[in-house]
């Protein structure tokens, strides 16, 4: 006998009822938020592009904590920074779980990294790992000559194929990353390693897309065979995992090799890889906490503060005098400088606020049942802390779509507005592990960009000054839309300091 589709759809409501009348009543109401439909929910609600400020815009009629579902999933948007501290931050050791993904996290494998990473034991040893390695600012000053050196090399890179922008800020990354993780200097041009990080991180992004697979929604689909029409997932979360385990193994393995013949140059794998009795356990932690690290810190903020700088001139030239009344214009920034330049230092925080990487920052996972706010918070919800709202509340941040440093400075009757940096990487026991060497790497490229390049706005043919627009791209992790600016040196003297540094040779 064939099973019509109206068979099946008999069965889904008759289950959907069942489950109604026989689920115990709810302890509290679930969060307000859009009405949505029997079975499916919200689904017809879920922007799918710009999601946080479809989100933000609900706010006004639910207010700050949204409940939505969709296909019976739980998702709970906060869109207060208070809500997320007190709720992923406070009640950590409740929302601090992150959510099973088939396509991404099972299928793929990402679950295997710190980020994607199931609460318990194993995150437990990985987060420790990283905060020995750069958990504080002070450990993190260990890594000062390394930035220095591969930010000098990013100038360089710049000032070569300024058209490049964006290939030069991955590759920088990935060198100030690889050397931290397994002292590996990649090569100036097509590192295998550098591309299999590339490749994959932009795969994570790809997979873990919400609403992009079936299977995420569906999870009995992961036993679809991938021959069987359809399944075209299965292939993809192959190709995928092949490539996600690439970039774990080879590094690691090139370590090992080099631990043996007593040859490695000092780095987290091979300091953790000297110790003795290591257990298969802990090794395989090593590996993918090194991982974790370069998926983690291959994206960076960089790129949008080019395009601030395209449109905002003003800015720059601000920016630029303060450098060349603290520096002058004969040696490039350092850290030593840092304390001196306060304009510099309230740019760097609107750049992080601006156009946050993570504007939903990742989803935490409800571990148990909760109460929060007279709210049930069911176990299993996701929670998105919507960090693009908190970063342009108005009540927060006075006109939050103009770029404007200035906010951040003290005067006369203005108090300095909150420090993005609260919120922008994150909260709890997931917070970033890596914000402090984001924060100093941040800091030293743009305040090295300043001392020597003129960023201005490129023009067409007929000679008219391009205005790019301020868009960001859809994803997990997001960046502007790719845009067209002009980068020249600001003089002869800058063009000799940023050419007085070498690249590897291949
Ligand atoms: C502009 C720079 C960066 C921003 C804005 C940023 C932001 C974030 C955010 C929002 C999260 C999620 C936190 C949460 O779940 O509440 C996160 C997690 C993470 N970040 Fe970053 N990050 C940056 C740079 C880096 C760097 C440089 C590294 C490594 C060197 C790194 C490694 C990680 C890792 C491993 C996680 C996962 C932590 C966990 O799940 O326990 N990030 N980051
Ligand atoms: C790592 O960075 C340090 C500091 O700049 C440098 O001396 C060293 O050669 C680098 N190591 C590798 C393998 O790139």
């Known amino acids: 006998m064939a099973i019509t589709y109206l068979d099946v759809t008999f069965a889904a409501l008759g289950i959907y009822f069942l489950k109604r009348l026989l689920a115990p009543r709810q302890p509290a109401p679930f969060p307000p938020g859009p009405k949505g439909l029997p079975l499916v929910g919200n689904v017809a609600d879920m922007p799918t592009v710009h999601e946080w400020k479809t989100f933000a815009s609900w706010a006004e009629q639910y207010g700050d904590v949204i409940g939505v579902k ?28 992150r959510p099973t993904l088939m396509m991404g996290t099972v299928l793929v494998g990402w679950e295997k990294t710190l980020a994607m990473t199931k609460y318990g034991d194993r995150f437990r040893e990985i987060r420790k790992m990283l905060f020995g390695l750069m958990g ?82 569906m999870p009995i689909l992961r036993y679809v065979p991938a021959w069987f029409p359809g399944a075209g997932f299965q292939k993809k979360a192959a190709l995928w995992r092949k490539t996600l385990l690439e970039m774990a193994n080879i590094p690691h393995e090139i370590v090992k090799s080099k631990v043996a013949s007593g040859t490695a140059i000092p780095s987290f794998t091979s300091t953790h890889l000297e110790k003795k009795d290591l257990s298969a356990q802990e090794e395989d932690n090593v590996k993918w906490a090194a991982a974790s690290l370069y998926s983690g810190g291959a994206d960076t903020a960089i790129y949008g503060f080019y395009l601030a700088m395209t449109l905002h001139p003003e800015v720059q030239k601000k920016a630029q005098a303060e450098i060349d009344s603290v520096i002058g214009n004969d040696r490039l920034p350092t850290y030593a400088d840092r304390a001196s330049l306060p304009y510099i230092e309230a740019l760097l925080k609107e750049v992080f606020r601006w156009l946050p990487v993570a504007p939903l920052g990742l989803p935490h996972v409800a571990y148990e049942d909760d109460i929060y706010n007279g709210y049930y918070i069911p176990k299993g919800s996701l929670i998105i802390p919507n960090i693009w709202q908190m970063l342009h509340n108005p009540a927060t941040y006075s006109s939050p779509l103009s770029f404007n440093p200035d906010r951040f400075l003290e005067t006369d009757g203005h108090a300095p507005e909150r420090d993005p940096r609260d919120f922008c990487f994150g909260f709890g026991r997931r917070v970033c592990p890596g914000l402090n060497l984001a924060d ?36 997990t992790i997001s960046h502007p839309r790719p845009f067209k600016c002009n980068i020249k040196p600001r003089s002869a003297k800058a063009e000799e300091l940023i050419t007085s540094v070498d690249f590897v040779s291949a």
């Open 440 to 475: 100093a790497s941040t800091w030293l490229s743009i305040a090295s960009a300043l001392a020597v390049f003129d960023i201005t706005k490129a023009k067409d043919e007929s000679g008219r000054e391009i205005v790019p627009e301020t868009e960001m791209l859809p994803g």
């Open 70 to 97: 969709i296909l019976g999933q739980p998702l709970i948007i906060l869109n207060t920074a208070e809500h997320a501290f007190a709720m992923l931050d406070k009640k950590s050791s409740i929302y601090s779980e």
């Open 136 to 217: 504080t600012k002070s450990v993190v000053k260990k890594f000062e000559p390394l930035e220095e050196l591969e930010t000098h090399r990013f100038l360089r890179r710049v000032y070569e194929n300024p058209d490049k922008l964006t290939t030069a800020i991955r590759q920088t990354a990935g060198a100030i990353i690889l050397n931290i993780s397994h002292g590996y200097e990649p090569k100036e041009k097509d590192d295998p390693i550098v591309g299999t990080v590339d490749l994959a991180t932009e795969q994570f992004s790809e997979s873990t897309q919400p609403g992009a697979f079936l299977v995420d929604v």
